[in-house]
């Protein structure tokens, strides 16, 4: 099974997101997230065996956070405008909050030999993945624009989640496993 940590986006917040996209999702040289699977991934873990799951789950149990608030805003590309790869909505946070789940999560999977990242955590929303560059002109343009400048969405974290992905020819589906509550 596949596995990765990340934090649910509130519905009303995956609908507003899907609005501001929903023009440029005609354009087939960009995979667009569906609404149902928009998420702030933690920590990606990869291909596991099931009695791995189970050790990874409980592990999970163990990490301690407080519930915090993050703020989407902005929206970008990586790696840069010449050569985009993805495209994204910024994530805002208190020093302390977001990143520690991270780094936290990181420590208690890295004693089961989960491999810590080797960059460092910029957390974002993916909208979308650009397969070729042609035809995206109008997106990138948007992307820099007020549309994408003015977005502000902010919401209380009191959980994360580990989700199983299961890659389709059509795009993935992400099952929740196990969801792990804030201290308060």
Request: zero cysteines; charged letters at 35%; glycine letters at 6%.
């Amino acid at each position: 099974m596949r596995l990765f940590t990340g934090i649910k986006l509130p519905t009303e917040i995956k609908k507003k997101i899907y609005s501001i996209t929903q023009d440029f999702r005609k354009i087939k040289s960009i995979k667009w997230v569906e609404m149902e699977n928009l998420h702030i991934t933690l920590k990606f873990i990869g291909e596991v065996e099931e009695k791995k799951y189970f050790e990874i789950a409980n592990l999970l149990e163990k990490v301690n956070f407080s519930e915090f608030e993050i703020i989407l805003q902005n929206g970008g590309v990586f790696p840069n405008y010449h050569n985009p790869k993805v495209i994204w909505i910024g994530v805002s946070f208190k020093e302390g909050t977001l990143d520690k789940l991270f780094y936290e999560i990181e420590e208690k999977l890295e004693v089961i030999g989960v491999k810590k990242e080797n960059r460092k955590f910029k957390p974002h929303l993916t909208l979308g993945r650009v397969k070729k560059r042609s035809g995206i002109e109008e997106v990138l343009r948007e992307i820099r624009g007020d549309k994408f400048k003015n977005f502000r969405e902010n919401f209380l974290v009191k959980e994360f989640t580990l989700f199983e992905s299961i890659l389709k020819r059509e795009g993935p589906i992400y099952s929740e496993k196990n969801i792990y509550r804030s201290l308060r």
